[in-house]
């Protein structure tokens, strides 16, 4: 995904140089130095890069080279990162580096997470004007995976909080514990991917472990951030309603109100197995309403799989088609039905 320049907002200068930045989380083994923003933990030599290519041994320091190069900007829809509880029918600037910590060989956006795009330098005070200009309700760092982006979120994350905008993260979940803290300050909102219910998937496909994505999952939980959940259901990978089952028990186990996107697989990068099956993905809807509360399909366009009802009185709560949302049945964060609090985000305290 290629830079957007949005109408009527002014970038900055391309002939803007980002400052040094120096990687907070690390320690040093001899001569190498070993980031600790993620749990890959990649052990560096002089010149080397980490593994998410955000990161690299400059003159002995490990320095942030992703800093404020940004390769993706765009005004979205905030369903469609997806957030179906969050400020139902906003708008949001979605922002994203080159990078990723992980390596699925589904990857849709593998043009910028496995490789490098071009990129501008937007350093994070022009970042929140350009929400103020375009009269956002803040940032989606998103695209490619925006924890790599640690420095960057941070600075940008902490403007945007002062002025009253929130921060929101759609990510794979595969961060350490201390960093993830940092972040929690500034964030309101995340959607994790969790890609499967089992370590081989992770470490066959991704080169990631699962472990690390449910501890972010249950700390986010922990934090009282808004949180939803998204699972691509990929062909010959975990099409599998057992699989599925265990992956929506243990969401149950956290709480059955954590809403879930089931999404499409459509073949891209190095998977080319077949899309999922219409068949599938309804009957895999039908597994996951047994035991949560809310759950929507992504890449479908099944009637009223991503309408919102009361689980009390099942009222109509908010009605989406083709992004086009109308909330029907919320008064603030209660059903106008029933009266039910809900786990609706709609104005910030």
């Known amino acids: 995904m290629n830079t957007t320049e949005i109408p009527s907002i002014k970038f900055p200068s391309s002939q803007i140089s980002a400052p ?32 998410c290519g955000g990161r690299q041994v400059i003159d002995g320091d490990l320095i942030a080279v992703n800093y404020a190069q940004v390769c993706s900007l765009q005004l979205d829809s905030i369903e469609k990162k997806p957030l179906y509880h969050f400020f139902p029918g906003s708008e ?23 490789n490098v795009a071009p990129t501008r ?14 009269d956002g309700i803040g940032v989606a760092y998103t695209y490619a995976e925006p924890l790599i982006w640690y420095e960057y979120v941070m600075d940008a994350g902490r403007i945007l909080q002062e ?12 961060i350490s514990p201390q960093p993830l803290r940092d972040i929690m300050t500034i964030a309101d909102a995340f959607n994790i991917d969790l890609k499967a219910d089992n370590d081989a998937c992770y470490s ?31 062909s010959g990978v975990n099409d599998d309603f057992h699989k599925l089952e265990k992956l929506v028990d243990w969401l149950y186990t956290l709480d059955h109100k954590i809403p879930l996107h089931l999404k499409r697989y459509s073949p891209a990068y190095k998977h080319d197995a077949p899309t999922t099956s219409t068949d599938f993905l ?13 759950v929507y399909l992504g890449n479908d366009t099944t009637p009223e799989s991503k309408d919102s009802f009361c689980p009390n009185c099942r009222n ?5 088609r083709d992004f086009g949302v109308e909330v029907l049945g919320l008064e603030r964060d209660n059903c106008k039905g029933c009266g039910l609090g809900l786990p609706f985000v709609v104005d910030m305290e």
């Open 316 to 320: 109509l709560l908010i009605k989406r």
């Open 20 to 51: 040094r930045i120096l990687v907070p989380y690390y320690h040093r083994e001899g001569s190498r130095i070993c980031c600790e923003i993620c749990p890959a933990k990649c052990l560096l030599d002089e010149g080397e890069i980490g593994v």
């Open 92 to 114: 949001i600037l979605s922002v994203g580096p080159n990078g990723c910590n992980l390596s699925c060989d589904w990857c849709l956006n593998w043009k910028i997470t496995q």
């Open 121 to 134: 330098t937007v350093m994070p005070v022009d970042l929140a004007d350009m929400v103020d200009a375009l």
């Open 282 to 294: 309804l009957k895999a809807f039908e597994i996951a309403k047994a035991k949560l509360e809310y």
């Open 163 to 174: 002025r009253g905008l929130v921060n929101i993260f759609i990510s794979n979940g595969y």
């Open 204 to 234: 066959s496909h991704c080169g990631g472990r699962l472990e690390d994505v449910q501890r972010t999952i249950r700390m986010v939980l922990e934090a009282g951030k808004h949180l939803e959940i998204s699972h691509l259901m990929v």
